[in-house]
């Protein structure tokens, strides 16, 4: 992914999304523009879907790729002077992931871009990194309500 123009430290990220702790598993937005972002986070031993093996089970990185988007849509929500507003994940395409768990302590980088965006409605291309190897990839879709007194 080249380099994205506008400043990943603007807002902090938990400004930009209205999970909270413990559920709000992505820690750092790294690098954002229009129609992209770059987020990262480490696997923590404490993190509510931690299975019994002490990993994160690999479909919980349809939730990390979800945050992303959200963080992503929040973000741009701040840089309007709006409020940050729930958004909905109403499925997944081809959701291919490509190890069975994320180890806590591993850094994830999740990037997102999105492809498609009308009145609310959006599909993102979404791939979760460890280094240099994917680990997942999907498109989801999702949905953000408008503005209260719209």
């Known amino acids: ?5 506008l400043n990943p430290d603007r807002f902090a990220v938990a400004d930009c999304l209205v999970h909270q702790p413990p559920i709000r598993m992505v820690e750092r937005l790294l690098a954002i523009d229009d129609h992209r972002a770059r987020c990262a986070l480490t696997v923590r031993d404490n993190n509510p879907f931690i299975d019994a093996r002490n990993e994160l089970p690999g479909w919980v990185g349809v939730e990390l790729m979800a945050q992303a988007i959200a ?4 973000y741009h929500c701040l840089l309007r002077d709006e409020a940050v507003r729930v958004g909905y994940l ?3 395409r081809q959701y291919s992931c490509h190890t069975s768990a994320f180890g806590v302590g591993s850094e994830l980088l999740i990037e997102i871009e999105q492809e498609y965006h009308n009145e ?3 599909l993102f291309y979404c791939r979760i990194l460890h280094g240099d ?3 997942a990839s999907a498109r989801l879709n ?3 309500a408008p503005l209260s007194n719209e």
């Open 120 to 122: 609310g409605m959006g």
């Open 90 to 92: 109403l499925g997944s």
């Open 1 to 5: 992914m080249r380099r994205l123009a």
């Open 142 to 144: 999702t949905y953000q």
């Open 71 to 74: 963080l992503f849509a929040g």
């Open 133 to 135: 190897t994917e680990l």
